[in-house]
């Protein structure tokens, strides 16, 4: 492992230097263990602790099939699902690589009793699998997280609609938060030269979801001039959501819960802002009753900072704490667009909003490949930026997974996996140079 960390750190090493150099047999890997699935149980969502069921094993090598890379990881990131599995909630993670082991006998090696998790990284292809011929051993690059069998013609025209797709190191084994990772090649995508690696691995899985479910014409199609509302928008989705907005010359109301996440939004250039703790709403009287007053409240905020717009596009993740609010505030003929449910996924919204005002729900997830492949582009064209705030090293991957889990932290958290320290990796000094000061507004906040 260490030649291969020595060969990625020179930075020139060729193609070859890197097909010569031995594999080894194990690597490291942030796992979950099939054994420790009920250790939570009596316990509630809030008291679940990522640092106890998340371990740093000795893992075998997996063998690389036809159309895949190796690739060593050099950082990766903390996402939301890395949290869902490490509290086993809703349902532990085993079940998708027990189901995705039964297609076929390639797919056999994801179902083993520990799971791998991570879905990003950044890093350096170490060989490819048969087949692969846009990819070699010795490319920077980084890695999405859509795994698609690609046979079925449902997933054709969008590779998302495909009924065997999966989000890799979710619902598939071998992830990102390790020494080396096993992805498919049409994962894979360039690393953004003006990077370092930690800052390329913390974009993919959240910009990727705000781009298709913001931007896309499969997710909002947002337009100039909208007015978004964006739930958590210093968040890991809602960071990018909030630059998606600003870029598209639309108009972002944030909501966050801090006077620091606040100014985090208003560094990257958003007006209308809602602390949501500050303005104490209180959607819910009790856990099973909505108090549409506060939505009416929420509603005339929104109009307030808007001169009397309501929003064209609410963009929804906090799931059944907000959503009968997100149905409400949007305006007649909007659109409330979903990917998550944070606080529950039984939403409870009045219908009669809905319909009388022809307003309509989307359901998105993820992005196709194409979708994720233009939301790296506008990181590499430094058109959209990073929102890593700190980065933790691979041995304290739970202690990262934990602050996202307690709403801890700011934009996303980075982990570094086979690089020494943060900073490295950066290959265009001159882009970089361009874009610091976005590109660090997120840091030690
Ligand atoms: N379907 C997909 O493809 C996809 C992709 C990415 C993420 N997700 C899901 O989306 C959700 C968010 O992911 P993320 O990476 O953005 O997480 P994150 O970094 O934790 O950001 C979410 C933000 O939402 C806000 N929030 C949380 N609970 C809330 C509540 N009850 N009411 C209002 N606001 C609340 C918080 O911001 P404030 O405290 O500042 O308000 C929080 O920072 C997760 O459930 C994740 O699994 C789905």
Redesign the pocket.
Known sequence: MNEIRAAVLSGTATSQDYANLPLPDSYRAVTVHADEVGMFEGQTTWEKDPRKSLHLDEVALPELGPGEALVAVMASAI???T??TSIFEPVPTFAFLRKYGRLSELTKRHDLPYHILGSDLAGVVLRTGPGVNKWKAGDEVVAHCLSVELEDAAGHNDTMLDPEQR?WGFETNFGGLAEIALVKTNQLMPKPDHLTWEEAASPG??NS?AYRQLVSRNGAGMKQGDVVLI????????SYATQYALNGGAIPVC????PQ?AEICRAMGAELIID??AEEYRFWSDPQTQNPKEWQRFGARIRELTGGEDPDIVFE???R??FGASVYVARRGGTIVT?????GFQHEYDNRYLWMNLKRIVG????NYREAWEANRLIQKGMIHPTLSRSYSLENAGQAAFD?HR?L?Q??VGVLCLAPGEGLGVRDAALRDRHRSEIDRFRDV
Do not use: M
Request: hydrophobic share 35%.
């Open positions: 996402n939301y699902n949290v869902w989000i899985l959240v979801t739930w958590g928008a210093s968040g890991g989705l809602g909501v966050v819960s801090s996440k949501r703790n993740h906090p799931g704490e907000t990917c998550a449910s944070t606080s998105s997830h993820f992005a996202v709403n932290h934009g996303k």
